[in-house]
């Protein structure tokens, strides 16, 4: 327990000092953009991961819910003239409700069907976004006004590097807490053996319901925020490609691994702006990562690399 | 109002064809595998890009279209041996992210040939509207839909009549019992990824005059082919024809008579709402874990 | 297979001096059918609280899918189960866990994404806090408890003799540990009812003999046991009471000898055997 | 190449985020940095394309004659593939990463109006490429425009519709920035000018099939002419549609359509189709006496013979807007952003591919409606209305 323990806040640790003295390495405002940008994908990625890695169901339609919680922000915040915190925590319920209420029955399909359904949700909500242009600005977007609370106004890349950097920190030490708990073990359960699980008393829709619900959450959340930072906000961040960008974070970081999920989330931020002189080959780049981490290394880059150094096994 | 009706009802038709067909190459893979081939709209598209392009450069349609044919069947082998292969005992997760993989890079690859911008392929046999009772059918309409009537026949055949057809028949029944008797499982599942290339690299050349070709053609077309196939109930070939042209026909009412801006999310509401109600299709068989 | 007239069967002395407990699980008229083939048909039987009742039959004489049927994974096409005196047909198996039954499976059913301490904990799991927000922020009292849990599970694990395995992860350990695992994590859900599905089966004699022991501590310690088993040396040592199915219907039931003499489960067993 | 990713992935897995250290050490003269985010690929590929390749051109052209007042042009192009928040987020990294001195570019509206905040937070010049009179109106301290608006676009239609005696229009507009923005100016236009809009549908950029709202249009007694409010691939998906459904209606466009390529994709459905657009498109008819007719005669030549294809407004649109840029760099004597917006916006008698332009405080794109001119497409190639 006490090297779990260990362990577990060790990682915390680093990725704390990595945050810390990473600014020093950052020559100007574009590279605290592109980290603050990866932050936001980790936070998002590391609830996804709950649901992949962990308990072992399938989303392709995560943006939909980054794509609600924006736009709650825009629309609430912006064009209503909420206090962006009260935008955040609406559009945060108003997610976690339609999470409830689609995963209620969509949870008791298996494989391909989850899939498509929530691959179906994902869609509907970026055409949504994309046609209701009164409220959304459709296809252009909206601007968002920057984030304010208790008078001061969150504004600029210096500011968000650290707001982003702490709640990272804290998303992570959230789902390290979580998998190493009753819950999180029910959920892992869940991926392990449903039946299993069940005839030991895990009530496993339950749990699937939950841990949907609390990944739609985080990237709820994390969206809210991310339409503050950017200042702009498009349907194209919830469509189908975002959510299988996010699911290539997850599974190309490391599936059941939340700092796999992080570093998955760090790289593959990174690759796009590393290869806008190789635009061309970009997809190619992607496509192949996605393909090859499956077929070569299906535990993803985090655990691959940890199992060939023994001493630190479980990281 | 009848004729507007008509109208919507011949464009839903042209369309539905095409989701039939795609539909349909995905319960090929489905049965053969239990893969569900992301990739399934990359084989429209490559079909539509060659027969474009290379008509565009002075090669005769037919043998253009049977050049993008081999090309998509090929690349459907390789996609089957080098990637679906080789994780072979992966979970469903692991399977659709591989092929989600191989239809970006496919994509990437298509781009990288033939450029991102739009190609034009001239329409079979002119472009003079055909009139019936106040709707206009454009010729090329009769080519996709007839195209796809003929090839959907001629799989069905090929399941009935031929050996491979009643061994990649007997694999889905039952994998284990077809390898018993001498099937070579592998090769019926190099097959399957074949015969769903070829399906679909012909439905990308016959609508490609309607829709022009782009390298980004086969996403939607694919997703709403998956849609077909779950409609139809998974791996139920007829039942995914039959998906396709349901969600083609609701999709051009709805765009008619609802909002062209939500046409999209047509094929999504339906299937979100047949899979809350009747999760295994409109024609899927009730399947029961074994542990 | 082993043969059922094996002379040094000697039946357990013990057991038959015993007294026999009240009703802890009855079924009646029970049926189930697969795409019109009957597995389960019109099946009745009662086990006594405190007995080791084994259910044995030729393959697919319908033992598994009674076992499903009684727990909950099949719902019954007719006829119902009662739990304690209330009426559990068809309820979901989590349920039927939070009501004091647990089960192994025949075809191994571990989590192998997690470590073998990790699985039994998963047992404990009626037992713990399993709420979220007390998991994310790691309230004190559910650290606390999780540690109880901890320990708890590594005790289980050595009485099954899985000491030596407590850090292993799940997927690196042999096929007999992962047999008593299973035993393990259903115990630690504190089970009134065990089913036990083939417990033995792939074992060498040996590891029979303890899984054998394993058994009838833990029915020593007031659980009634449930098992299926084609090792019949084991049946024929350890249980209080046989039920006998052929084509999912009772073909015998009663004392290991009984049903041992019974012409009939001889017939069965005969006509079965290869 | 090759060496190049590699240095490139080192330098992201050694320090996570440094990727510095692969632009060219400074020469001796200061190059004069421009910046652009052109939409290459994508629906608008056919705007953007040409726009790129002429940007590349010219910038090498320049340096090969010694460059401006001594300094190179270092020239740094993004694609935002049509995507409004890459445009964002390029515009972030030229003013950030590239310390670009002037941006050209913002190939479409959207990409315009998302860059619009970050040039003007950061107080860097911006010319931008794309048509809606949005951008300019009201007047933004530091953005300019070269192409005509489309309110221009609107009242030349409408002018040309009155020359042949139709009053009913039924219009098509593109649900995105340059559509949306068009869609409001006909609007506007209409009312002043007692058209009467008897329909009012829309499509998506990336549309392939718009029958549908055709269809309505078509079933529509009133309507005697249709617009279209578009650019780029959309537009011709919908002439296609057009003719498939034997819509018989004269036909508009708008001058996001100006390029041979619309011709290409739309093939026979072409034929007949009427739209405003630069002297450019037809040079060779222009009369001598047009000011523009040596300014736009060259470029052609230049254009067609870097290039294979054919010259369109677009490929006019960036010289234009790289011509103002270095004109007004020599004017200003140096690249202090202050100055050189100053001297943007001081541009005076310029004759580029548009037509003269002579921008103030007021006017930052500088142009009349004389230099747009009514074509139609006769027989695969731009026809000047006469």
């Known amino acids: 327990m006490n090297a779990l323990l260990h362990g577990r806040l060790t990682g915390l640790l680093v990725m704390g000092a990595v945050i810390a003295i990473l600014p020093a390495f950052l020559p100007n405002n574009f590279y605290l953009d592109i980290a603050i940008l990866a932050g936001f994908n980790a936070m998002v990625c590391v609830g996804l991961n709950l649901l992949i890695g962990y308990a072992g169901q399938i989303s392709l339609g995560h943006a939909g819910f980054f794509g609600i919680g924006a736009y709650a922000s825009g629309v609430l915040a912006g064009t209503y003239g909420w206090p962006p915190i009260l935008a955040l925590l609406a559009g945060a319920v108003f997610v976690g409700v339609l999470a409830f209420a689609v995963a209620k029955p969509i949870l008791r399909l298996k494989g391909h069907y989850l899939a498509m359904a929530t691959l179906g949700i994902g869609i509907i909500v970026s055409i949504v976004l994309r046609t209701e242009s009164g409220i959304t600005g459709g296809p252009d977007g909206m601007m968002v006004d920057p984030f304010k609370i208790f008078g001061v106004e969150l504004y600029g890349e210096k500011v968000w590097y650290w707001v982003v950097g702490a709640l990272l920190v804290g998303v992570v030490w959230l789902s390290l807490n979580l998998i190493d708990s009753p819950m999180g073990r029910a959920l892992r359960a869940v991926h392990g053996s449903e039946v299993a699980a069940e005839v030991v008393g895990v009530d496993t829709a339950r749990f699937k319901v939950m841990v949907f619900v609390l990944s739609a959450v985080f990237a709820s959340v994390a969206g809210s925020l991310f339409a503050h930072y950017a200042g702009l906000i498009t349907p194209a961040k919830a469509d189908f490609f975002k959510s299988i960008e996010l699911v290539t974070m997850v599974v190309f970081g490391g599936m059941a691994s939340t700092f796999g999920a992080v570093v998955g989330a760090v790289v593959l931020t990174l690759l796009p702006q590393a290869l806008t002189v190789f635009q061309d080959y970009q997809q190619i780049v992607l496509g192949g990562i996605l393909m090859a981490t499956m077929v070569f290394m299906p535990k993803g880059l985090l655990p691959t690399l940890a199992a060939l150094l023994p001493a630190r096994r479980r990281a | 109002m009848f004729a507007e009706l008509l109208q919507y009802m011949l464009s839903g038709l042209t369309i539905g064809a095409i989701y039939a067909l795609a539909g349909l190459g995905f319960s090929i893979i489905y049965n053969a595998s239990h893969v569900i081939n992301f990739a399934q709209g990359e084989f429209i598209m490559i079909g539509g890009m060659a027969s474009a392009t290379l008509t565009a450069s002075g090669v005769p349609l037919p043998l253009a279209i049977l050049i993008g044919c081999g090309g998509a069947m090929l690349v459907g082998v390789l996609v089957a041996k080098f990637a679906v292969e080789r994780a072979r005992n992966a979970s469903t997760v692991t399977l659709i992210i591989i092929t989600i993989g191989a239809s970006i890079f496919l994509r990437g690859v298509a781009e990288l040939i033939w450029g991102k911008d739009f190609k034009r392929l001239d329409a079979f046999s002119g472009e003079t509207p055909i009139q019936i009772l106040g709707a206009s059918m454009q010729p090329q309409s009769l080519w996709v839909v007839g195209c796809a009537a003929v090839l959907i026949v001629a799989i069905g055949l090929f399941f009935a009549k031929t050996l491979t057809g009643k061994a990649m028949l007997a694999t889905s029944h039952n994998r284990l019992a077809a390898q018993l008797v001498g099937i070579d499982v592998k090769r019926v599942v190099l097959a399957s990824f074949a015969l769903s290339a070829a399906l679909g690299a012909v439905g990308g050349a016959v609508v490609a005059p309607i829709t022009f070709s782009y390298t980004e053609m086969g996403i939607m077309l694919g997703l709403k082919g998956f849609t077909a196939a779950v409609l139809g109930g998974l791996g139920n070939g007829p039942g995914a024809v039959v998906g396709g042209v349901i969600v083609g026909v609701a999709e051009a009412l709805g765009a008619g008579y609802i909002s062209s801006a939500y046409k999209d999310a047509i094929a999504f509401v339906i299937i979100l709402a047949v899979l809350l109600f009747m999760p295994n299709g409109l024609f899927g068989k009730r399947g029961t874990e074994r542990v | ?274 | 190449m090759r060496k190049r990713l590699l240095s490139t992935m080192a330098a992201v897995t050694l320090t996570g985020l440094a990727m510095t250290g692969l632009t060219g050490t400074a020469s001796a003269a200061e190059p004069i940095k421009i910046g652009a985010i052109i939409s290459a690929t994508g629906p608008a590929s056919f705007l953007g394309d040409p726009e790129k390749k002429v940007l590349e051109l010219y910038a090498d052209r320049i340096n090969k004659a010694g460059g401006v007042d001594g300094r190179p042009v270092q020239l740094t192009v993004y694609d935002d593939g049509g995507a409004a928040d890459k445009a964002a987020s390029f515009t972030k990294r030229l003013i950030e990463s590239d310390k670009v001195d002037v941006i050209v570019g913002g190939t479409t509206t959207a990409a315009t109006m998302a860059a619009v905040p970050l040039v003007e937070r950061a107080e860097v010049p911006f010319i931008s490429l794309a048509g809606a009179v949005v951008i300019v109106e009201p007047v933004k301290k530091w953005v300019f425009k070269t192409p005509h608006t489309d309110r221009m676009a609107a009242e030349k239609v409408m002018e040309d519709m009155k020359k042949r005696g139709l009053t009913k229009l039924a219009l098509i507009s593109e649900d995105s920035g340059f559509g949306k923005s068009g869609r409001e100016q006909t609007l506007a236009v209409a009312k002043e000018r007692g058209v009467e809009l008897v329909a009012d549908e829309t499509y998506g950029a990336k549309d392939t099939d718009v029958t549908a709202q055709l269809t309505k249009v078509k079933n529509n007694a009133a309507a005697q002419a249709v617009l279209v409010f578009g650019l780029g691939q959309g537009p011709a998906v919908v002439t296609k549609n057009y003719r498939q459904l034997g819509i018989s209606l004269p036909l508009y466009q708008s001058h996001g359509v100006a390029s041979k390529e619309y011709i290409r994709l739309a093939g026979g459905a072409a034929e007949g189709v009427r739209l405003p657009a630069a002297g450019l498109v037809v040079a060779a008819q222009l009369p001598e006496s047009d000011p523009q007719k040596t300014v736009v005669t060259d470029f052609t030549k230049t254009y067609e013979q870097a290039f294979t294809s054919e010259v369109s407004t677009f490929a006019g649109h960036a010289y234009d807007g790289l011509m103002i840029a270095l004109d007004a760099v020599k004017r200003a004597g140096g690249t202090d952003k202050a100055k050189l917006r100053d001297a943007i916006e001081q541009t005076k008698g310029y004759v580029g591919t548009g037509g003269t332009v002579t921008m103030s405080p007021k006017d930052h794109m500088g142009l009349t409606l004389d230099a747009f001119h009514m074509v139609e497409v006769k027989q695969g190639d731009w026809a000047l209305v006469k």
């Open chain 3, 1 to 274: 297979m082993n043969m059922l007239t094996t002379p040094e069967l000697a039946p357990d002395t013990a057991a038959q001096a015993r007294r026999v407990g009240p009703p802890i699980l009855k079924v009646e008229h029970l049926s189930r059918e697969f795409g019109g083939v009957l597995a389960i048909g019109d099946l009745s039987f009662t086990i006594a609280a405190g007995d080791i009742h084994s259910i044995i039959g030729p393959n697919g004489a319908g033992k598994t899918t009674l076992f499903n049927l009684v727990t909950g994974v099949y719902k019954p096409s007719g006829g119902r189960v009662l739990f304690d005196g209330a009426d559990v047909s068809g309820m979901a198996p989590y349920k039927l866990a939070a009501r004091g039954m647990s089960r192994t499976f025949q075809n191994l059913q571990i989590f192998f994404n997690m470590t073998a301490l990790e699985n039994v904990m998963v047992g404990r799991h009626l037992h713990l806090n399993t709420r979220l927000l007390p998991a994310l922020f790691r309230f004190p009292s559910l650290v606390r408890k999780d540690r109880e849990a901890r320990d708890r599970a590594v005790q289980l694990m050595t009485d099954v003799g899985l000491a030596k395995y407590v850090d292993a992860d799940a997927a690196s350990m042999p096929y007999g540990a992962l047999k008593r695992l299973e035993i393990a994590r259903a115990l630690a859900s504190e089970p009134k009812l065990l089913l036990l599905d083939e417990p033995a089966a792939g074992l060498n004699a040996t590891e029979s003999r303890e899984i054998d022991e394993v058994i009838k501590t833990v029915a020593a310690n007031g659980v009634t046991i449930i098992l299926v088993e084609h090792d019949m040396k084991m049946v024929m040592g350890i249980s209080h009471r046989i039920t006998a199915l052929n084509h999912g219907r009772k073909l015998a039931e009663g004392t290991p000898q009984e049903v041992a003499s019974n012409p009939d489960v001889i017939a069965a067993y005969l006509g079965a055997a290869p």
